[in-house]
């Protein structure tokens, strides 16, 4: 059983170009949530997808997108790049549909904008 | 506004005595309540849950209390080892899984 993967590990961006992170979750799990990690605080919920469907949004502007995909790997998109998405970002799945409280969480991506 | 609050920032204890860590949230309709563990480099690593029909779940070493007439829950650790020195996240849900809080975690370490 593989667990949750997140590429790339690391990333340094200009502020105002957009980027791409990327989620595969853990075999058997259909619910992917992104998270922000900012330094020294807890992890903020972003959004949730089940099933290729958008199933809760946090506090966050709409330059932040994301896409599950039919084998349920996901994208988080973020453009217009602001100095503090400068964070941790960190994807979890679960498995048993949306109900499920227990996240297995990946590595994150560490995005730094300049 | 912080619904989920760990007020210490840090917690040092003697390997083999006890571990308390303690997590208040201020929205009643949390439902569920789950404690992670996190290494450095690491994503966070699921420890233990409870649901608010209980006041206490025990695996192991970890024990969950939840008091919710004082909107309290707490870790503990019995015995603390040194690998158990990490950053610890409170987290609780409303909306069956959607939308989990996180405190902003307790760093714990464990001295041998």
């Known amino acids: 059983e593989t667990g949750v993967t997140q590429s790339p590990t690391h990333l340094i961006k200009t502020r105002g170009q957009q980027v791409t992170l990327r989620c595969s979750s853990q075999s058997g799990h259909n619910t992917v949530s992104w998270y922000q990690q900012a330094l020294g605080q807890g992890p903020q919920f972003i959004f949730q997808y089940y099933r290729e469907e958008e199933n809760g949004r946090g506090n966050f502007p709409p330059r932040f997108s994301g896409l599950q995909f039919p084998n349920y790997s996901s994208e988080l998109n973020v453009n217009a790049l602001e100095l503090d998405d400068s964070a941790l970002y960190l994807c979890?799945?679960?498995?048993?549909?949306?109900?499920?409280?227990?996240?297995?969480f990946g590595p994150g991506t560490r995005l730094t904008v300049t | 506004d912080q619904q989920v609050k760990q007020n210490s920032p840090s917690l040092s204890v003697q390997e083999g005595r006890i571990s308390i860590l303690n997590c208040d949230y201020t929205n009643s309709m949390f439902d569920y309540f789950l404690w992670y563990k996190k290494y450095p480099a690491e994503g966070p690593t699921f420890l233990i849950s409870i649901s608010s029909i209980k006041d206490k779940n025990e695996d192991g070493r970890f024990t969950v209390f939840l008091n919710k007439s004082a909107k309290h829950l707490s870790l503990h650790i019995v015995p603390s080892q040194p690998g158990d020195s990490a950053v610890y996240f409170c987290a609780s849900s409303d909306n069956y899984g959607q939308n989990f809080v996180f405190g902003p975690g307790t760093r714990l370490s464990v001295l041998p």
């Open positions: 979890a799945s679960t498995s048993g549909g949306a109900s499920s409280y227990e996240q297995y």
